[in-house]
Every structure is written in C-alpha cells, then in structure tokens.
C-alpha cells in the first residue's frame, strides 16, 4: 500500500474533527456553546477547503473558502450571538430523548452514512473521496439533532450544520458544484437567516418564549 | 427577450413594490406588473408553438412544451391572483387585519415568489432549480404567518423548518446527481447540471448513484409537494395565510414542485433502464390520495378542508406521473393545468366566504347564497368542478387516469374510486350548508369582484370539452418527453 501523502492525512484529520463536532453539537444543551460548536465547524471545513484549493490549485475553490470563512465563522454566529443576548435563550430544555440514547442512535447513522457512501466514492474520482461518507453523516446527525432538540434556537442551529455537512459532500466528492449554484445557496441560505430572525422576534411577542412546546394545538382539527 | 421580461419584471416589481407596497394605488401596480408578465409569457409560448423548444443564455435557459404551458399557467394565475388581492386586500384593510407595514411586504413578496417559480420553470441548471425553489419558499414563509396570530406563527415556523429540511434533501440529492454527471460530461464549465445536457447522456449515468439521488430528490421536493407522509406543513400554510398566498400556493407552488420531481425522474429512469422511480412515484401518490381524502372529514375550517383537497389532487398527479405513458401523463398535465385554475378559483371564494362571515369555521359559514349569492355560487360550482363532476375539467383527466390505470394496475382502481368517492361526499356535505344553509345575517353592502372566479371555471368547463390543438400538440410533445409505462 503507497503511503498517503500528508495533505491528504490532514485532510482527512479534519474530516474526522467535523464528525467530532457533528457528535459534540448533538450532546449539547447550552445554546451559547452550540453555537460556538457551529461556528467551529464552519472554521474546520474553511480550513479543508482552503488544504483542497491549496493542493488543486482551483481557483473556484479559494472564493469558496472565503465565503465559508466569511458566512459561516463570522456574519452567522455573530448574528446568533447577539439574538441568543436578546431573547435571553441560554438554555434548551430536556431533549425529547436523552443525550446517551441520542449518541447510541448518532453511532447507528454513521455506520449507515458509510454504507450508502460505498458507491458515490467508488465513483467520485476526488483524492477525498473516502470523506464522503462523513459528509452523509454529518447531514444525519444535524437531522437527529434538529429533531431532538425543542428550541426553535437549536433547530435553527441544526439546520445551519446539516448546511455545512452539504457543503463538505459537494466539495470531497467533486471539488464544490458551479459557482452560481454555490453562490445562490449561499444567498438562499442567509436569506434564512434573516428570515429565521424575524421569525423569533414575532414567535417570542406572542408567546413570551421560544419553547416550541407552545406552538401546538391551533389547528382546525378535531 | 420575452424570457427576459418573463423573468425579470417580477423582480423590478418586487423592488418597486418593497418601496411603494403601501400605496393608495400599490395594487394597481401589483395588477400592471403581473399584466406585464403575463404578456411576456403569451409572447414566449406563441414562440414555442411557431419555433418549438429552444434554450437561451449559453443553455442556461430552455422552454419546451413541458415547461412553457406552467410558465403561461403560472403568469395567468399570478395576473389573476392580484386581481383578485385588490379588493380583498382593501376589505382586509378595512377590518384592520392589514397593516401598511404587511400590505409592503405583501406585495413585495407576492412579486417575488411570482418571479422565482418563473426561474425554477425556465432555468436549464438543476442547481439553479434549487436555489429559485428554495427562494421560492423563503418569500412566502413571512406571509404566512403575516397576521401574526398563535396558529400563523406555529404554521409559518413549520412551513419553514419542514419545507427547509426538506429541499436540503433535494440539495444533497442534486450534488449526487453533479457527481455522476461530471464523470461522463466533465467538471470544465458547468454543463454537468444543465438538463438538456444531462438528458442527452442519461443512458451513461452511473445507475446506483443515481438512484441514491432519486431518493433525496423526490424525498426533498416531495415535501414541497406536499406528499404524504411529508404533506404535514402544507394544511397549516394553506389555512393561515391571506387568501390570494393560498390560492397561488396550493395553485402554483406545488405545481412548480412536481415539474422538478418530474424532470428528475426523467434522467433517473434513462439511466436506470428499470422502473422503480415511476413505482415509488405511484406509491407516494396513492398514500396521499388515500391518507388525504379520508383527513377531509376531519376538517372543521374552509381553507384546510381544500388544502387537504389539494393533498389529495397532487397525489393524483404523481400517481398518474408514475403510471407514465402517453395517456397517463397526457391526464397528469390536464389536471395540473385544470387543479391550478379551480383551486385557486375555490379559494378565491372561500376567502370573500370567510371576510363574510367573520370566521373561517365551517360551523360558523351558512347560507351564503342568500347573503351574497355570487360568492355562494362560486364556491358551490368551484367545489363541484374539483370534485370531477362531469363537464369540467377535471372530470376529463381524472377519467383518463382512472381508465388508464384500470388497463394497466387494476389493483389500484378500486382504492381510487374509493377515496374520490370520500373526497366527494366529504367536500360536499360541508359545502352545502355553507351555500344554502339558514342564517341569521342579512345581504351585505359590498359586493366582492369574484370575475377571476367565474373565467377559472370558465376556462376549466372548456378544457372539459374541448381541449385546444395547440395545447393538445404541447401534451402529446411532454407526455412522449416524460415517458414512461
């Protein structure tokens, strides 16, 4: 067996750490800390992404490590710091189910995440290919997280991670999509953002908190 | 050039519209802007019935017959729909549901949502598809829950995380797609998303990748279809909206979002050679009509009685898409075409019902034909129309699928006669009350402008009888397009 070359054993360090993450997000229950978790994230897959641009010396690769850099570490976490301030959330309440049950579930999806990555890295002909697997798991346990999680911040928190997972599938597996594609997810993305801010304030006018519980029972049903 | 103005006059309104959305005459500028628009798109489908399909912008773009008749369907509704939100909005304004705040965002985002369906109907770049579809979702989340009461935030929050979990399923999916494709088109440029390129080498996709992507894909734009089991948002949105969002959600929106399965699902079963996809098509359509036409007697308010009624016509749909064939997706156009015009039709209605009677509970809703027979009227024939009754429209369609699928999966035919006799007797035991029931309230001085109303359903009876050359050769062509059976 060659021994792999030591950008790619960084490369998939840093893989490892984002699944590392992915794990440590689904076990917290400070908010402020999630959100630090996520924009830790966000910095390890700019750091991947600026070794992968760096070792093809794609271009494309660069701008979007500059705009991982500049959305996801800075505008994101900045913009959810300061809502965490404002609507006093510091706390998620109890997960519906709890931590150790959680992570046993997060061990059965990886072991999934690999299996339907085996013929989507048989193909892709990227050096980093074997990262795909972290990136389906990834997008997996930010699910589990969003639908374990009752606070709308956590969900929001979670959406924003499987995000990322997204974004690391796109660029093991094909060195990132066209640049208009990534650029207008971009935009889609921060659009959320804004709309998802909106949306606390008003949530939180009408029912003094931002625990999902409230939400239920106003349907026209019986 | 029409493509451009097709595109990029909702966009100039939306800007116009964020500026002046609470004007005395922001309405009429509404109207103009959608008249233009629709104009545009008359222009771009007389092109494709002289020239035939073609792309523009480095094949950035493309109409052919399957896109162009929902471009023209959707500039129609959207041109009606603001018709129909002028006098509404006043009336809303009235009652001081509307404040000049919303009434901004209103017709900002009303532009807006018009302008990206148009993008995710004309773009040739299934990335870009995406984007515009989740643009798409994002204009319309703040006016869902635009009245701000308890049940429109909780419908607005689901609408969003639901509907965004959702389309990242199709993102993943559509990034599983570019893989395989670059393998056979090559990363240079950015053709390896582009569907006319796709749809040229689809027999050389890889099959298993691809088939991992159906499944995300129809998984993501499946909830924005509203299919069961991910039709749980759509109800919420539906109801809790202002009436003209409703009618071009359940109208257009889900419209939009089953074209994307549909061209999906053209590229996964050329490479597949098999006929899975068209069976998990069938599969989700049939769990919908079911699970849809019996949640109707559940329904105690007007608009999510019809929203569980468009549940149930999307799952037709996909069912007749999966059925595939030249007659099965002949019926499955007719209906998107004829669903979109009565339902927005109906909840056009439904909406001056409701401003009417103070309420959108059934309970609460009687004797409109007597209070204000226009609307009363309205709302019966639209409700008839929907249910197939026969000279409309939607009797057509729904009798080709039924016999198409009683020749080809005859297992299916009895679920169906089945459900669409529930949705009947459903949808009709509610309705007639609220037309001819007793009430105690007297005829009202305002008298609504329901034309929009009375031309849908005009529009769906003809269809019903006589479907244009033109818009039968656009059939025939999307139908042997999208394949199948």
Known sequence: MPPIPFVMQLLNSLAALLLLLSFAMLAQRRVVTLVNLFALQGGVLCAATLLLAWRTGDGNLYLSA??????????????????????????????????????????????????????????ASTATRSAVGIAIAVILLAFLTMITRRKAMSQVVGFLSMENGL?????????????????????????AMVVMGVFFFQIREQFDSLDLDRLESHKGER | MDLLLVLATPLAGALV??????????????????????????????????HGAATFGDDQFFVDPFNVFLVA????????????????????????????????????????????????????????????????????????????????????????????VGIAQALFGTILLYIAAEKVLGAEGVSALLWTHLDAVKGQLEPRVLSIAFVFLLVGYGTKVGLVPLHNWLPDAHAEGPTPISAVLS????????????????????????????????????????VASFSLWRQRDIKRLFAYSSIEHMGIITFAFGMGGPVANFAALLHMTVHSLTKSAIFFSAGHAAQKSGSQSIEQIRGLATISPTVGWGLMIGSLAIL??????????????????????????????????????????????????????????????????????????????????????????????????
């Not at chain 1, 597996?173 to 993305?189: K, N, Q």
């Open chain 2, 251 to 290: 109208g257009l929106l889900l419209n939009v979002a089953i074209y994307a399965v549909v061209r999906c699902k053209v590229l996964v079963e050329g490479s597949l050679h098999s006929a899975w996809p068209s069976a998990m098509l069938m599969g989700f359509g049939l769990a919908s009509v079911v």
């Open chain 1, 66 to 123: 500059a705009l991982t850099f500049a959305v996801k570490v800075l505008v994101m976490p900045w913009v959810l710091h300061r809502m965490i301030r404002r609507l006093g959330v510091y706390w998620d309440t109890e997960p519906l189910l709890n931590i150790p049950g959680t992570m046993l579930v997060g061990v059965l999806l990886v072991v999934f995440s690999f299996g339907l990555a085996q013929p989507i890295s048989a193909l």
């Open chain 2, 17 to 50: 519209l964020a500026f002046f959305g609470a004007h005395r005459r922001a309405p009429e500028i509404n109207v103009a802007f959608s008249l233009v628009v629709f104009a545009a798109a008359c222009a771009l489908s007389v092109r494709v019935v002289m």
């Open chain 2, 388 to 485: 197939g009754v026969p000279p409309f429209g939607v009797f057509a369609s729904e009798f080709l699928i039924l016999t198409t699928a009683m020749r080809d999966h005859p297992w299916a035919t009895p679920i169906l006669l089945v459900c669409f006799a529930v949705a009947f007797a459903a949808i009709l035991a509610r309705v007639q009350p609220m037309v001819f029931g007793d009430t105690k309230m007297r005829r009202l001085p305002h008298s609504p402008a329901l034309v929009p109303v009375f031309v849908h359903l005009g529009i769906v009876l003809l269809l019903g009888l006589f479907v244009p050359p033109f818009l039968a050769s656009w059939y025939h062509a999307a139908a042997r397009l999208i394949g199948g059976g």
């Open chain 2, 73 to 164: 369907l959707t500039a129609f509704v959207g041109l009606t729909t603001a018709l129909f939100s002028r006098p509404y909005m006043r009336i809303e304004m009235a009652d001081r549901r509307m404040t000049s705040g919303r009434l901004r965002l209103y017709h900002a985002m009303y532009q807006l949502f018009i302008g990206t369906m148009l993008l995710a109907l004309t773009t040739n770049n299934l990335g870009l598809m995406w984007v515009a579809m989740e643009a798409a979702t994002l204009s319309t989340v703040l006016l869902v829950s635009l009245y701000r009461t308890p049940a429109s935030l909780e419908a607005g929050w689901k609408y969003f995380i639901l509907c965004g």
């Open chain 1, 167 to 191: 974004f690391f599938g796109a660029m093991s597996a094909t060195y990132g999509m066209p640049m208009i594609v990534e650029l207008g997810v971009a935009l889609d993305v921060l659009v």
